[in-house]
């Protein structure tokens, strides 16, 4: 196995880490939103959204990362962070399996339009709703998630036992 890989898988494994550690911010942001008074909560959930956006911005580094290494190729245009997201979930027979499920690249999809709404409207413009709906689907989402990219890091592993 190339050192490439290696340096791939090692990220991998550190950046599930981190994204631990972001979704427990974000939980405990929420929570606070939860106990704040309304005219007093606007900074916790600024807090929230800078911390969904971050969960959302990690996993797309890594898929770059795999799209560059693994599949030698990074979309391009308008919607390419889209399409990679479609990318890590197709199953490419000849180089690699998907690295995500369909199903689960659906669900990263809403992470990834709210990822953008936080980077193109002002803060005073989210929506504790649709946070709302994301912090309910994460803690379920999130061990099949966090499964899936360690099972493709432990693939990558087993390559350079062949």
Same mark, same amino acid.
């Given at each position: 196995? /190339?050192?490439?890989?290696?340096?791939?898988?090692?990220?991998?494994?550190?950046? @599930?880490?981190?994204?631990?550690?972001?979704?427990?911010? !974000?939980?405990?942001?929420?929570?606070?939103?939860?106990? !704040?008074?309304?005219?007093?909560?606007?900074?916790?959930?600024?807090?929230?959204?800078?911390?969904?956006?971050?969960?959302? /911005?990690?996993?797309?580094? @890594?898929?770059? @990362?795999?799209?560059?290494?693994?599949?030698?190729?990074?979309?391009?245009?308008?919607?390419?962070?889209?399409?990679?997201?479609?990318?890590?979930?197709?199953?490419?027979?000849?180089?690699?399996?998907?690295?995500? /499920?369909?199903?689960?690249?659906?669900?990263?999809?809403?992470?990834?339009?709210?990822?953008?709404?936080?980077?193109?409207?002002? !803060?005073?413009? @989210?929506?504790? !709703?649709?946070?709302?709906?994301?912090?309910?689907?994460?803690?379920?989402?999130?061990?099949?998630?966090?499964?899936?990219?360690?099972?493709?890091?432990?693939?990558?592993?087993?390559?350079?036992?062949?």
């Amino acid at each position: 196995m /190339s050192s490439l890989y290696q340096n791939l898988i090692d990220r991998i494994r550190n950046e @599930l880490s981190d994204l631990v550690q972001v979704i427990e911010r !974000t939980q405990e942001g929420w929570s606070n939103v939860q106990k !704040t008074p309304a005219k007093e909560r606007q900074a916790f959930v600024d807090s929230v959204a800078l911390n969904l956006h971050g969960f959302y /911005s990690g996993l797309e580094r @890594l898929f770059e @990362l795999i799209a560059r290494q693994v599949d030698g190729s990074l979309p391009e245009g308008a919607n390419w962070h889209r399409d990679l997201l479609q990318q890590m979930a197709q199953d490419f027979p000849a180089s690699r399996p998907a690295v995500i /499920s369909q199903e689960n690249a659906e669900i990263l999809d809403e992470f990834r339009r709210f990822r953008h709404l936080v980077r193109n409207v002002y !803060t005073i413009n @989210l929506s504790p !709703t649709k946070m709302n709906g994301l912090l309910q689907i994460l803690p379920v989402f999130w061990p099949q998630l966090r499964a899936e990219l360690l099972a493709f890091a432990n693939y990558l592993e087993a390559l350079s036992g062949e």
